[in-house]
């Protein structure tokens, strides 16, 4: 029952450094998403797929980059990091039913910007 | 004024006790509502969907109030496993962007 599995889980970058976290799903969901969690504020829409082969931006893009290689794995890139983008960040899946919007979460990726 | 809004606690509760937290949302057309539970230093987790007829679950209470714009959830005979943060999720409209997160009620059972 692995559900949503990202990596790494702890991550310290200097700032300007580049890296990406990955994250796979094995519950054959169409739907993945990537979000970042600051104290104080709710979870935040980074990037979405609703589907293989198409991403969209959400709420707060700016700073990063997203690739869905094929319906299991969404990965999320920061090609020049800042300190800004210091957070908790948790990859998710769905499969969109018109009552019940159940995420299913990874256990999250705690980033420094050093 | 955010989007969704909750009191970020901490609600301290003694084991036994009954606990209700709110949650206010701004934007009218908001059709479907949840709430999460995330426990400290993990991923949040679906608890309850929020029906407009409100519904319950066990010892959990969910009820919605749309003139007023809230939600809430009651938690009745607090066990020391509820300790946890109570997220607040709404959606307006349509997409994947329509989810909302409030930032979340802390909740502390104790002994």
């Known amino acids: 029952n692995a559900g949503v599995t990202q990596t790494p889980k702890f991550q310290v970058l200097k700032t300007g450094q580049s890296m990406t976290l990955q994250c796979a799903q094995d519950?054959?969901?169409?739907?993945m998403y990537w979000y970042r969690q600051d104290p104080g504020m709710g979870l935040r829409l980074i990037y979405y797929?609703?589907?293989?082969?198409?991403?969209d931006k959400g709420e707060v893009p700016n700073g990063y980059n997203v690739s869905r290689l094929n319906k299991r794995e969404f990965s999320l890139r920061l090609e020049s990091a800042a300190p800004s983008q210091t957070s908790v960040y948790f990859c998710?899946?769905?499969?969109?039913?018109?009552?019940?919007?159940?995420?299913?979460f990874g256990s999250g990726t705690q980033l420094s910007v050093l | 004024r955010k989007e969704v809004e909750q009191d970020p606690g901490p609600f301290n509760v003694p084991e036994g006790a009954t606990v209700a937290f709110n949650c206010t949302y701004s934007?009218?057309?908001?059709?479907?509502f949840f709430w999460y539970r995330q426990d400290c230093r993990k991923e949040p987790k679906l608890l309850m969907s929020?029906?407009?007829s409100g519904n319950e679950d066990g010892r959990f209470t969910a009820q919605l109030n749309r003139a007023s714009q809230y939600i809430s959830l009651l938690i009745r005979d607090s066990k020391l496993s509820d300790s946890a943060t109570y997220l607040c999720?709404?959606?307006?409209?349509?997409?994947?962007?329509?989810?909302?997160f409030g930032s979340g009620t802390r909740l502390q059972v104790q002994p």
């Open positions: 998710a899946s769905s499969e969109l039913r018109a009552t019940n919007e159940k995420l299913f």
């Open positions: 519950m054959n969901h169409n739907s």
């Open positions: 797929s609703a589907s293989e082969g198409t991403t």
């Open positions: 934007n009218s057309a908001s059709q479907s």
């Open positions: 929020v029906y407009s």
């Open positions: 999720v709404v959606k307006a409209g349509t997409g994947r962007r329509a989810l909302t």
